[in-house]
């Protein structure tokens, strides 16, 4: 064997030896490689999956504080009206529509002490529930919390620096939880389904080696790899604002799931970004952004239609919109668009449209920064408020003007007399406040119509303007009432002489209608500080005074006094007094016979109200006028006519079945509705006939409204008798006489009382006398207590007479006993 052969198996050994090294080491090699580039797979890819996931909940974040900074101005002015006024209706709306637009979780408005307000529900179950506002609201219009169940928004209701409420809207973020929890989970799954791949690949390439490494390698980076790039950027693309970025959806794996899911995302962050537009296009309000370096401004839709652009106009430079301004504004405006001020900011400027229209815009701008200071962004919002402050004006007109004479209203003229009062208080001096009052003015228009009655009234307050000073406040307070205020009041421009002017500058006739009409007024005065120490007082007291000129006669002035004070403080006592004397039935008819003049038989009777008896009784004279004024006067109407039948039930047993029986009737009580109706049961009750029951009213009574004359005419139609009480007193118009059926007029017992010794008042007793007679109606004459009126007015026609020469008022039992006499 030669030597060369002997070396061959040892070559071969070697051979094997070192191709077993090798291939060990090719092995590890491969093992090594596969390793390394498991592990940089393995890294990266946990990375982008934290990156990816921490990435959307940024942008959700981020767009979701955007949305509701720009929705917070907008909707502060939508509900500042609304609260102002506490419109509950337009405040349910206005949630409505917060509802419709932001789908929220709840929305509450608060008043400016923390109290609910309204929930947008009819139940309102939390109204007058104290909420907390955090405090550093009052130093921002708008704060956005994080609560366990998503974003809390709290915005000021303010016009300017002055707020009157809050808004408090929670946003539930379960919707975005949700999609957020799906996209992690989807990850996730995707994550242990790599860990499982990479483990079975690591196991095979030991096996296999670089084949199976190579193949995994590329399944891995087709993949899985390939779709977290697109993944990743389509979320830069998303944070950038690009919505409308969609993402390759064409696997149907885990990853292919995952991307349509954050397609549907981005779908319906453009739906509700849509809407939000929508909603800035309805209210004028549009939002802007400018970030250093770039050339152009970032605007919304509503920007382009505040200024009256198309929005697909070239993008706006920050020089555009400034020069849209008017000149004085431009600076500001540059300032603030480049976020030049270190807090919010909120200014008003005009700016030119496209089309040449002036309009008011708000602007609010703020601005972002890095730690260092340097500028990241700056952002706000723009609403066009020309409408709304063309309607604000009207409102402030409305609220502080009468429409009908353009004198200041109630409300400013208690604004004015307030600051008046502080000053008075602060510098001395003296205010002079005075009431007036239009006498008969209310016949006039009832008898004229309100269309005569409106232009008496401008024509009085444009008098009234005329002789004041421009430093003077008149106003109308309603009906008509006027008030008027002067300050510095001194001997040189004395109350006396004011009110002189006032009553005089009424006195000449008004030409209305194609007539003249006459018409005085009745001035109340009260003086600050001597006759209040209190503009509540002082308006009281001005009202007291006024009522006391009324008393004296029309065209009279009557400055306040203690003594008035005194009066008003014992009627309403006697008011108080009186509601107890109802309650239990105190007050109670006395009767006064009314005979013929000539023979003296008893023909009726009339009704007459007291209180108490003897000593402890009250004068009509006091207790009827304070039933008339309190409106007690119609809680009597039904007692008093159903003791009035019983009167006359009781005389007809007395076999006096032909007497009848006068009731005297306020306007009050004339235009109760169901007046009619209580006549016809008491007539039913007693078995009386319609012709046993007179009615007595006064003469203007007719003239207070409708259901008056209504009511006569239906009483005339059942029969029932109608009287003119103490006729000759008011404001007359014949008319009444024969349209309404009158029966009888009854001569006013001041005239009767001098007829003997007053040539004038004869007259008019002979002329009302003349007047019945000549129109078929009897004639009463009232408060008849000697012979000599009797036989007078026997002379004059007179048909019935009452009075103390016949009898005195009595109560029923001794009205019968008379009666038998």
Request: aromatic residues 6%; hydrophobic residues 45%.
């Amino acid at each position: 064997m030669s030597a060369d052969e002997a070396s061959m198996p040892a070559f071969r050994r070697l051979s094997t030896k070192y191709a077993v090294a090798i291939a060990a080491v090719l092995l590890l090699g491969m093992a090594l490689v596969l390793a390394l580039a498991g592990y940089f797979v393995y890294r990266g890819t946990n990375e982008l999956r934290d990156e990816l996931a921490a990435s959307f909940s940024e942008i959700q974040g981020q767009y979701d504080q955007r949305t509701l900074r720009a929705s917070s101005t907008y909707l502060s002015r939508r509900l500042f009206n609304p609260l102002y006024h506490l419109d509950m209706t337009a405040l349910n709306a206005e949630i409505a529509r917060i509802n419709a637009w932001l789908e929220p979780r709840s929305v509450l408005i608060l008043d400016e002490q923390g109290r609910v307000v309204t929930d947008g529900t009819l139940a309102n179950a939390g109204h007058g529930r104290i909420e907390s506002v955090p405090e550093r609201l009052s130093e921002q219009p708008s704060l956005i919390e994080e609560t366990e169940n998503g974003d809390r928004l709290y915005f000021r209701i303010a016009h300017g620096d002055e707020a009157i409420g809050y808004g408090r809207i929670d946003f539930s973020d379960a919707r975005e939880r949700a999609l957020l929890k799906g996209v992690h989970a989807q990850i996730e799954a995707a994550w242990e389904r790599f860990e499982d791949w990479f483990l079975s690949i690591g196991a095979i390439g030991l096996i296999v080696a670089l084949l199976v490494s190579l193949a995994i390698g590329w399944r891995l980076s087709v993949s899985l790899s390939r779709p977290l790039r697109e993944m990743s950027d389509a979320a830069e693309q998303f944070a950038s604002g690009n919505l409308s970025h969609q993402l390759p959806t064409q696997a149907e794996d885990e990853l292919g799931r995952l991307a349509a899911s954050l397609n549907r995302m981005a779908a319906d962050l453009q739906k509700a970004g849509r809407v939000l537009h929508r909603a800035q296009e309805i209210a004028a309000f549009g939002s802007w952004e400018w970030r250093p370096g770039r050339e152009t401004l970032q605007l919304s839709h509503g920007v382009y239609l505040i200024l009256g652009l198309d929005s697909g106009t070239e993008p706006y430079r920050i020089d555009d919109l400034v020069q849209a301004a008017i000149p004085q504004d431009r600076d500001q405006l540059a300032q603030v668009l480049q976020g030049a001020f270190e807090t919010t900011v909120s200014f008003e400027l005009r700016i030119q449209r496209r089309d040449g229209a002036l309009r008011i815009v708000r602007i609010k701008g703020e601005s972002e920064c890095e730690e260092n200071g340097r500028l990241v962004a700056s952002f706000g919002t723009i609403q066009d408020i020309t409408e709304q402050q063309q309607a604000q004006v009207q409102l402030m007109r409305l609220a502080n003007f009468d429409t009908l004479t353009g004198l200041p209203n109630r409300n400013l003229f208690y604004d004015r007399l307030r600051h008046a009062v502080q000053k008075t208080r602060r510098n001395g001096g003296q205010v002079a406040l005075f009431f007036l009052d239009l006498d008969r003015f209310k016949e006039i228009n009832d008898a004229l119509g309100h269309d005569v009655g409106d232009a008496l009234l401008r024509t009085a307050a444009q008098r009234l303007s005329d002789m004041v000073r421009d430093c003077d406040t008149l106003a109308r307070m309603g009906g008509d009432e006027f008030t008027l205020m002067i300050e510095g009041v001194s001997a040189t421009l004395s109350p006396s002489a004011v009110a002189c002017k006032l009553i005089d500058a009424l006195s000449a006739p008004f030409e209305l209608a194609g007539q003249e009409l006459f018409v005085s007024a009745s001035v109340g005065i009260a003086l600050f500080p001597q006759d209040a120490d209190d503009l509540e007082t002082l308006i009281k007291h001005a009202d007291i005074a006024m009522y006391a000129a009324k008393e004296k006669g029309e065209g009279s002035f009557h400055f306040f006094t203690s003594a008035l004070q005194r009066a008003a403080s014992e009627r309403l006592v006697l008011e108080h007094q009186l509601r107890a004397a109802l309650d239990q039935g105190e007050l109670r008819l006395h009767f006064q016979p009314q005979v013929r003049v000539e023979d003296a038989v008893p023909v009726g009777i009339e009704a007459l109200l007291r209180w108490g008896d003897g000593e402890s009784s009250v004068s009509p004279g006091r207790f009827v006028p304070v039933l008339e004024s309190s409106g007690l006067i119609t809680r009597v109407t039904q007692p008093v006519l159903r003791e009035a039948g019983a009167a006359l039930a009781a005389s007809r047993a007395r076999g006096f079945a032909d007497l009848r029986v006068s009731v005297n009737l306020s306007a009050r009580q004339l235009r109760q509705p169901e007046l009619i109706g209580q006549i016809e049961s008491t007539l039913a009750e007693f078995d009386l006939r319609p012709e046993q029951l007179e009615i007595e009213i006064t003469e203007s009574t007719l003239l207070d409204n409708e259901q008056c004359q209504s009511n006569a005419v239906q009483l005339a139609a059942l029969g029932v008798r109608l009287a003119i009480d103490d006729f000759g007193t008011g404001y007359s118009s014949l008319t009444y006489l024969k349209r309404f059926d009158v029966d009888a007029l009854k001569v006013d017992r001041s005239f009767v009382k001098d007829m003997l010794d007053d040539q004038d008042d004869a007259l008019i007793v002979h002329a009302v006398v003349g007047l019945a007679s000549g129109l078929g109606i009897e004639s009463v004459a009232e408060g008849v207590e000697l012979a000599a009126q009797r036989a007078q007015l026997r002379k004059q026609g007179c048909d019935l007479i009452q009075g103390y020469l016949i009898a005195r008022p009595m109560p029923l039992p001794e009205l019968l006993d008379w009666l038998d006499a």
